[in-house]
Structures are given as C-alpha cells and as structure tokens.
C-alpha cells in the first residue's frame, strides 16, 4: 500500500476510534434532570430491570404464567415519569348506565445506557407492544426524524395516540407531545426541572415516587366523582359526594412520598403522607396505640381465607371517632358537616351496630374488623368487652337480648329478626356481624393465620392500625399482561400487610406484599395486540 494511502487509513481509523470512544464515554443523562418541576406526580427507577424483576421472578408469578418474559433488556436502565394533568371521559353503556374513564397524561424518560441503533430497536419492537397492551387494540406506527432524533407517534383505533422520541441512548416517550416537548425545553434550560424540589430525594431503592400539592387536588376530584358514581343511583347523592370529597381531601392532604424496596417478607412500599397542620394534629393526639398486647389466641385464628382483616389499637377508640367526625366539620361547609354527621352512623349499620358513641365507649382498645368479600357485605367486628349491658344496648334493635341464647362453642348466641346479624359472647369477647361467619370463627378457633409468613409482623406491631389482606386475582392479572395465564387456574393467594401510624406530620404508611405498588400499577394494563406498522420520512 503507497505511503500516502496508510497514512489515509490510519486517519480513518483514528477517527472511528474516536467516535467510537467518545459514543461508550460520554456522560449519561439523569432523567430526573429534564423532568418539569410542576409535574402533578413524579415516579422514577434508577434500574426498571430490576424494578420488574422482582415480580417477574415472584414464584406466584411463575405459577400463575405459562412462561415469563426476558426482561435483560431493561437492566441497568433510568427511568422518570411525570403525569402533567388527567383527562376524564364517559363511556354510556345504557340510557342508566355509564363508565368513567380516567386517563393521565404523561412522560416517561429512559437513560437506556445502550447504542442508538439498539434503542431505536427497542422502542419499535419492545415499547410498540406495551403500548398496544395499554390501548387494547391495533396500533399504527409512524416515524419520522424530529427535534434532532427519531420519532414515533402510535395511533390506536379508538383515537388515543403515544409518541417516543430517541435522541442517543435516551428515550422519550409518553400519551401528551405537548409533555415532551416541555421535557425538551428543560435540557436546554429554558424551564426548571424537579431536581429543586427537596421532596424529590436520593438514595438506594426499588422506585419512588412523589405527589404534589396539585396532584393531590386534581386527584381528589377524580376520586369524588369515582366514589359519586359508585356510591348511589340517587342523583342528589351522588353530587353531594362529587362536591364534599374531593373538598374534605383538598382541605385535609398537601403532598405525599412513597418508596419501594425489597425485603425479607416481600417488596415494602413506604407511604408519607403529610397533612395539614390541624389536621395532622388532631389525628396523633386521638389515633394513639395503647401498647396493649392482642389476644394471641384471637389472632392466630383470623381468618386466612378472608379478603381483609385489620387490627385497631386505640387508647380511646371514641375519642379516635369523635375526631373523625370532627375533622370533615371543620374542612367543608356548615351544612355539609351536618349531613356528614347524620349519615356517619351508616358506616356501623353492616356490623349491626346502631349507636357507634355508646359501642365504642363500652369496648376495650383492641378492635378487630373482618372483611370476607370485596364488597364488604359479609362483615365481622371483634371486640373485649368493658360494659356488656351498654354494649347490648349500642347494637341492632333487631337482636333480642331478652330471648335465651344459643350456644355456639363456649359462648352465648344470638340471632336478629331477620337473621342478618348474629352476636355472640363468652363474658369478655364479643363476635358481631355476619352469621355464618361469626359462628364459623366462634366454633372454630384455629391457628390457620398463625403459620403464615406475616403473621409475626401483624401480631407485633405497634401501629394504631395493622391490616392483613389476601388478594387472589393480581398474580392471574399480572401473567395476562406479562405473558398468559395457565388454563384452569382460578385464584393465588398474594397476601400483604400495611402498618397505619399517624404523627405530627400526618400519616405513614407502610405495606409489606408479594407484588408491591408496582405490581398493582403492571396488571391495570390489558393483553398484548398486534401492531400495524407505516413509516415516514421528514424532509
């Protein structure tokens, strides 16, 4: 080869070389740093393979799924996602009827830490059909060179649309251009990024994430609408609660934190909720433990199978109430408060209870409530009785005490009227609520729970309330959106336990489970469809 063309070729490949060089050593980009300070809610992961690799190598997740994903490509990457607003719509299913739909706009950023031609890759094959997932059907994708990257825009057949911009290793990508356009203009300096915001921590764990003072108020109106709908067909009721709720939760709520971590009993998700001042102060003075030690034989034989159960330490469970009540009367309107007042009895009427005042002040402070269905309509409530004959008098008119008792195990036994009640009493603890459950516990005692891998966390903790719940369906749904559930597996037990501690701050909360608040958040979305791709080029 002449001299002067080794000399053009060592050129060449010093050059590569430094492109090269320079591609593997540049500095990777913080996605918290372009994510706007005004963002409603803040989420981010410092490595999403390992955030989803904790459920996806969930043993009940490998029985619930006929195969599991390979997850690698996600390992070791950054992601932040803002919700900037939320969108409402109504979906009318008869002239009666119809469904609420509450969709959040949002960002996402990725500090993939990869090639661009591996990133691009990864957003037209691996993003494209988790977006289909979420829209539920076939999506056409287009592409284009834009903002200095590449970019894509996926246009569902209901009219939702998601965008993605790379730009080098990172990716951008959400349900609102306006939202990454903002992202944009936070890199070049022209607007402030959530980095200011002293909420918005640093340290080793799973994920974290923070609502804002505005999140919470545009939250707060979403849940009163929600909870309107569900509530009543009554017109009238329903406005009532769309107006006060989302007041109450305005007035009372100013931001929250939440953290995930992984640990010896599962993935624990840490809640800080900060209320305001009078609030937060009225809640510790009344929501104080008493530190006494629960009935070990009760507890070890709660109901395993049930849907929920939640143990209350209260030094005085009717101050702990009275200050329910209080606290909405101060937050919303006179008239308001009243009516709130009026109908907060109804919250008892399920355990049989008709005066909440004279049952709470005739018990001792550990109070045990059982829930068998999601809907709460078989329900238990378990107490240690102080004053049997005001107990008596604070239940269901329809229980008549008058009547000779039934035996049930070692205890006194009585029916309502219309046998949708039954109390039963062995001179220090009382069972009230659904019949054939109580009577079930009463004649029964086991030590089902006692064996179960959290039953040493509930039966000490120290928390004013402590609640263990069995969620049968969330490993089936998070295999139908991860991979495909087995055929004729009907339910899993995925158990969790959340610890309830107020201070002067307002509320912490902690939760202890199987999948986690991520978890939760993978199997709201539906099942994988197909992608019809077109491409096109801007010149």
């Known amino acids: 080869m002449p001299k002067h063309q080794q000399n053009y070729f060592l050129s060449l490949c010093l050059c590569v070389s430094v492109v090269i060089v320079s591609s593997c050593s540049s500095k990777p980009t913080d996605p918290r740093s372009i994510i706007p300070a005004d963002a409603l809610v803040y989420l981010e992961t410092h490595d999403l393979g ?31 996602i803002a919700v900037t607003g939320f969108e409402t719509s109504e979906q009318v299913v008869t002239e009666e009827n119809s469904v609420l739909n509450f969709q959040p706009r949002f960002v996402a950023v990725l500090e993939t830490h990869k090639w661009n031609f591996q990133v691009i890759g990864f957003v037209e094959e691996k993003l494209g059909l988790f977006i289909s997932e979420a829209y539920g059907g076939e999506a056409t994708l287009e592409s284009s060179d834009k903002h200095g990257g590449k970019y894509f825009v ?15 290793s990172l990716i951008y990508f959400g349900n609102d251009e306006s939202a990454i356009e903002k992202c944009l203009a936070v890199g070049r300096g022209e607007a402030e990024s959530i980095t200011k915001n002293h909420k918005v921590t640093t340290g080793e764990r799973l994920a974290f994430g923070y609502v804002s003072p505005d999140g919470v108020a ?4 979403i849940a009163g609408i929600s909870l309107a709908k569900q509530s009543s067909e009554e017109g009238d009721v329903q406005s009532f609660i769309a107006r006060v709720l989302p007041e109450l939760l305005r007035n009372s709520l100013k931001e929250a ?55 209350y330490d209260l ?27 009026a109908f907060s009895s109804s919250l008892f009427e399920p355990y049989g209870i008709d005066d909440p005042e004279m049952f709470l002040s005739s018990i001792g402070p550990i109070i045990h409530t059982v829930k068998f269905d999601e809907s709460g309509e078989k329900v238990l409530v378990i107490v240690s009785v102080k004053d049997a004959e005001k107990v008596k008098r604070s239940l269901a008119k329809e229980i008549d005490f008058k009547k000779p008792p039934e035996r049930t195990g070692n205890a006194d036994s009585w029916l309502s009227q219309d046998s949708d009640v039954r109390v039963i009493f062995d001179g220090t603890t009382l069972i009230v609520g659904e019949p054939l459950e109580a009577a079930t516990l009463a004649a029964n005692f086991n030590n089902a729970f006692g064996k179960n891998h959290l039953y040493p966390l509930f039966a000490g903790s120290t928390a004013a309330s402590v609640t263990f719940a069995n969620d049968t369906a969330i490993a089936l749904r998070i295999a139908d959106v991860l ?23 307002g509320i912490e909360r902690r939760t202890v489970s199987d999948f986690g608040l991520i978890g939760t958040i993978i199997s709201q979305f539906t099942t994988k469809r197909k992608i019809r791709r077109t491409n096109r080029l801007e010149r």
Do not use: C
């Open 50 to 80: 390992k955030a989803v690799g904790v459920i996806v190598n969930n043993p009940k997740l490998k029985e619930a799924a006929t195969s599991l994903p390979d997850i690698s490509i996600l390992e070791g990457m950054e992601m932040a």
């Open 154 to 168: 996926w246009s569902g057949q209901d009219g939702r649309k998601a965008y993605a911009l790379v730009i080098g």
């Open 218 to 221: 545009q939250i707060a109106n």
């Open 257 to 311: 934190t939440w953290t995930a971590s992984v640990g010896e009993h599962g993935i624990a998700d840490n809640y800080n909720i900060a209320l305001n001042n009078e609030v937060s102060k009225v809640f510790s003075e009344t929501f104080v433990p008493s530190g006494t030690k629960p009935d070990e034989k009760l507890t070890v034989a709660l109901p395993l199978a049930a849907a929920s159960f939640t143990r």
């Open 315 to 341: 030094r005085d469970p009717q101050v702990a109430w009275r200050s329910v009540l209080l606290v909405p009367q101060k937050l919303t309107d006179q008239a308001s408060g009243n009516i709130l007042l």
């Open 483 to 505: 991979s495909e559930r087995k055929p004729e597996t009907a339910a899993i037990a995925a158990y969790s336990l959340t610890e309830t501690r107020f201070n002067q701050n």
